[in-house]
């Protein structure tokens, strides 16, 4: 499977952003998707999964009531709504395919076998 993330760029604090990640290639579904996001210097960090046809995404702690992951296995897509955003979120934001459904293993980016390209997202204070 190959993924695009787009939608980023520069917002002030408390504004908002929907990120877009697009798949292509077959049997979209048995994947469960993943938003990652890596600052300056920084190791990248878990944002959120979307675990295949699992209606409920899980969360990181740091981003939980602000960040809301939609997906629809029809278009293919797995969206990232921010809202709330704050200069600490300012990164680039990747998404990620992973056969794996196990919680403990979706947190961590070398249990995913596919990346896209990231998106840079910026928030000004």
């Known amino acids: 499977v190959q993924l695009q993330a787009s939608g980023g760029g520069l917002v002030q604090t408390g504004g908002s952003l929907r990120l877009f990640c697009a798949a292509s290639g077959s049997n979209f579904g048995s994947y469960s998707i993943g938003w990652f996001r890596q600052a300056p210097g920084k190791e990248r960090e878990f944002i959120g999964a979307?675990?295949?046809?699992?209606?409920?995404?899980i969360y990181a702690d740091s981003v939980k009531g602000r960040f809301t992951i939609s997906r629809d296995n029809a278009k293919n897509t797995v969206d990232l709504q921010m809202n709330g955003l704050k200069p600490e979120d300012t990164a680039n934001y990747y998404c990620?395919?992973?056969?794996?459904?196990?919680?403990?293993?979706?947190?961590?980016?070398?249990?995913?076998?596919?990346w896209g390209q990231g998106t840079l997202v910026t928030v000004s204070s």
């Open positions: 979307s675990i295949r046809w699992n209606s409920n995404p």
């Open positions: 990620a395919a992973s056969q794996r459904i196990i919680y403990s293993s979706l947190t961590q980016p070398t249990r995913y076998d596919y």
